[in-house]
């Protein structure tokens, strides 16, 4: 289902993927710093959800902008919160490259406005700790914040985010986490010797059984 979501004097596109059944959570997914919401990893998790059960709503938001970004992610969460159509107990907020960036810092940012508990976790793909051999500056700053549960997936040869570099950062974070690693890719998910389609299987599967992981545990 496509939608134009209000922002500012413009609209952002974005897309529902909806699964058959209602769904009572829902992941917000949006791309990096290149690219819109018709990257091929994210149409294939949106649909991968989808057909299991969990609403998707992917949006594209051009502008490389970090504070930008965040506020495009902070209304399209809004707008969910208030959907009449999907009536959601929670979200997860999802994004790659940047994309988790700006959903970091969103989170942030919501948890020092409410304690309202929409937001369940914070889903990272390729998270883009640092630039490329500038492994002195780090951009953690928002992931120490948040409580919420975060699942991480990277490569392990991401020239963004150095391995040993994420751990540490992780080991420092007050939130439940979990790294989840795709051996040998590199920050765009290419593995040599592997299709994408192989690549984005193991990534889905990951990212649905962690989310089915919180959802349960939300439910008990």
Known sequence: VKVKIPFGNKY????????EKKSRYGVIL??????DMNFPH???LAAYLASHGVLCLRFTCKGLNIAYRTKAFKTVVEYLKLSDDYKLLGVFLAGRSMGSRAAASVIRHLSQED??????????LSYPLHRPKLQSKLRDEDLLF?????LF??????????????E?????MKAPKKIHWIDKANHGMAVKGRTTDD???????HVFSWLREMIELEDK
Do not use: W, Y
């Open 12 to 19: 952002l596109d974005a897309i529902f993927s909806v699964p």
């Open 30 to 35: 949006t791309h990096g710093a290149g690219g």
């Open 42 to 44: 994210l149409v294939s």
């Open 115 to 124: 304690d309202d508990d929409f937001i369940q976790g914070l889903v990272c």
């Open 146 to 150: 948040i409580r919420c549960p975060v």
């Open 153 to 166: 997936v990277s490569g392990s040869a991401d020239e963004m985010c150095e391995k040993q570099l994420l």
């Open 168 to 172: 540490g950062v992780a080991s420092k």
């Open 199 to 205: 690549v984005m299987e193991e990534i889905n599967g």
